[in-house]
């Protein structure tokens, strides 16, 4: 190959990786999600959802709207990962997008299985989709700012290695920290009855503004071009597992609500 050939591929290869972004909270964050709502299930929502999944955990199925975001058929799904609106306004006060966005993802989940007339297969779909889109209204990044992508247009080093705000919390801390789902979940902070119904209260609407709030502080939190490193997970890492706990706390009310 000649030279010039060489410089040109890897240029492009380059870019190829500067430019994917990621975009979901990793397997790993989603699945320990699914684990503690698993936990947390009543025996009545538990045996509804075994029949819908046939046995399958809500950690195996947590990761499956990002699945399918391969498949153009479910190009109209994409715009339910997230939400974007200005950090100085209320999720209620805004304009909805046309596109829809994880709020009303989830309320359009839990409303097709509520729904007696719904097919069976709607209900697994949807049932896949809801345990997916309360994990990722707990990534603070996916209640961000219109104007940068929720941070992914934040460029920002991930041990020299060129990366966005949102990676970083989408990925880069869970992965760097190399542990299991399940050695997450288990090693997540012991709460009381009291402390878990604490976080349980509310509806989807206040944990919208939860992480929105989280999100104003996470873009303070870097300096643009900044080359995050160990420092940088010290000071959040407490503050990534409340958010996959909380998740899936509040997954399982809303699991048990529906499966009531
Ligand atoms: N694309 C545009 N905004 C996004 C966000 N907040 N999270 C994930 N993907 C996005
Ligand atoms: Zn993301
Ligand atoms: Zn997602």
């Known amino acids: 190959m000649k030279m010039k050939t060489i410089t040109i591929l890897a240029i492009f290869f380059m870019l190829q990786c500067s430019f994917?972004?990621?975009?979901?909270?990793?397997?790993?964050g989603h699945?320990?999600?699914?684990?503690v709502a698993q936990q947390h299930l009543t025996r009545k929502a538990k045996r509804g959802i075994d029949k819908l999944l046939n046995g399958q955990s809500l950690a195996l199925v947590s990761t499956f709207g990002d699945d399918i975001k391969a498949d153009a058929a479910y190009k109209k799904f994409s715009a339910w990962h997230y939400v974007n609106f200005p950090l100085d306004k209320k999720y209620t006060d805004?304009?909805?997008?046309?596109?829809?966005?994880?709020?009303?993802?989830?309320?359009?989940?839990?409303?097709?299985?509520?729904?007696?007339?719904?097919?069976?297969?709607?209900?697994?779909?949807?049932?896949?989709?809801?345990?997916?889109?309360v994990g990722d209204l707990h990534q603070p990044m996916h209640v961000g700012r219109k104007e940068d992508k929720g941070g992914n247009d934040i460029q920002v080093?991930?041990?020299?290695?060129?990366?966005?705000?949102?990676?970083?919390?989408?990925?880069?801390?869970?992965?760097?920290?190399?542990?299991?789902?399940?050695?997450?979940?288990?090693n997540l902070p012991r709460l009381?009855?009291?402390?878990?119904?604490a976080i349980q209260q509310g509806t989807v609407y206040d944990w919208v503004e939860e992480s929105?709030?989280?999100?104003?502080?996470?873009?303070?939190?870097?300096?643009?071009?900044?080359?995050?490193?160990?420092r940088y997970s010290y000071v959040w890492w407490?503050?990534?597992?409340?958010?996959l706990q909380k998740g899936g706390l509040r997954l399982a009310k809303v699991l048990n609500e529906v499966f009531k």
């Open 192 to 197: 009381s009855k009291k402390q878990k119904k």
């Open 31 to 35: 699945r320990t999600t699914g684990e």
């Open 20 to 28: 994917a972004n990621d975009m979901f909270w990793s397997k790993t």
């Open 238 to 243: 407490s503050t990534v597992e409340k958010q």
């Open 157 to 186: 080093q991930w041990f020299g290695k060129g990366s966005n705000l949102h990676r970083v919390w989408d990925s880069h801390m869970i992965d760097a920290y190399n542990m299991s789902y399940t050695e997450l979940a288990a």
């Open 212 to 230: 929105q709030d989280l999100a104003a502080k996470l873009y303070t939190s870097v300096e643009v071009g900044e080359n995050l490193r160990y």
């Open 94 to 133: 805004v304009e909805p997008s046309e596109y829809g966005d994880v709020v009303m993802g989830i309320q359009h989940c839990v409303a097709i299985l509520k729904d007696e007339k719904s097919s069976r297969a709607d209900k697994v779909f949807y049932l896949k989709f809801l345990v997916h889109l």
